[in-house]
């Protein structure tokens, strides 16, 4: 065990605590993000559990009346971030939270597989689970709205309607959708960029369609209905579809675990076999020999590869004989020795930048996910490689948000990049160190 930096990480995680909740890090990102509070409930769950559960609680408050749970939670008014609470106007929704206000978009719903975790690493099961207990069927509803809502043609693959509901928010994939655009030029006054470099940052081009499309929800108050006809942006994600299957699966176990909720159980598993049949049969590509995104606005696949292609090995999606092409096909374009495992995009690709902010840079969070998903189906050496690589771009330069893929540029701690001390990749960290 390396004691020293999971000491450091304690500590990057206890400096961005704030009494009920956590921020990604200090300046860039001041608010609760969704995807992130379950990445750091995980570390927390470690060394402090009452924070890691009140983590969750936090943001399982600031869920809808219709089951959403938003992408950021605007827990104070701190206006060094663009764009803040009075741009989104969840108001504007009927069921939105009358105590919190938010953006009115998600991110991947990871925290059902972040309760289970939170089960297993906990050392008093039974305390564990009468938490969870508390908060299960919340996220049950969660799940509940996804499919309800989001699901249009019924196929068992949820939308997303913003690339930052992805979470990989500036992914080279979404310029084909860009090109299919042509937003007005709005006036702003970014602060991304006065706390990180600007060439580690979209553009401005980039962020007019960005508020674009928010403008054009708000106008019809983010009604899921109007959305789905209407927004230029509506694609199934492989990524936040896994995270959702993977998400269904913990609570198939946790609901077994809690006794009863047959009718639960039931529904969930319906949602398995329909969902893991279409994301098979839709997001696989044979050629490409990995998963995919699809532009459901456009209906046309979008064939790419990034790290998101790889992440249904963590939720136990392709067969045996599909992971090993799947691992062939990473190891051939995303590991050669020059390169850290895993850059989140196609290293080979023209649209490669291993310097910008989802356009290359390897991130902690798609790592970790890999590491369990390798394991998964016995890719043990692959899986200790990302983990032992991890390490290594930490040890090197800190716990940055992302950083460099290219191993020659690690040579004078500058390789990581945007945000640093930044909570998930400590918290995923220390998990890993644990494993
Ligand atoms: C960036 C990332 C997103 C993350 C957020 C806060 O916007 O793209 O995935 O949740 O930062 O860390």
Known sequence: MKEELYKKAVTVLENNWKDSFSIPCANLYPFQWKWDSGFIA??????????????IETLLDAQWENGFIPHIIFHTDNDSYFPGPNFHRSDLHPLSSKKYKSTGMTQPPVIG????????ISKEKNESLKYIETVIDKVFFNHQYFYSKRDPQNEGLVYIYHNWESGTDNSPIWDDIWATMNPPEYTFERRDTTHVDASERPSKREYDHYLHIIEIAKEHNYSDEKIAELSPFLVQDPLFNAMLIKSNESLINLYTLIGGNADKIEQLEKWQQKGKASFNAKLYDEEIGAYIHYDLRNEKPLRF???????????????????????????????????????????TSDRFNPKKYWRGPVWINLNWLLFYGLKNYGFNDISNRVKKDSIEMIEKNGFFEYFDSRKEIHTDGKAGYGGNHFSWSAALLIDMLNN
């Open 305 to 347: 590869l990034s790290s998101s292609s790889f992440a249904p090995l963590f939720a136990n999606i392709p067969s045996q004989e599909k992971a090993a092409k799947m691992v062939d096909v990473m190891m051939d374009k995303f590991g050669g020795e020059d390169q850290y495992l895993c850059a989140s995009f196609d290293p």
């Open 42 to 55: 995980i570390g927390f769950a470690h060394f402090d559990m009452p924070k890691a559960q009140k983590e």
């Open 113 to 120: 597989f972040v309760l289970e975790d939170m089960y297993k």
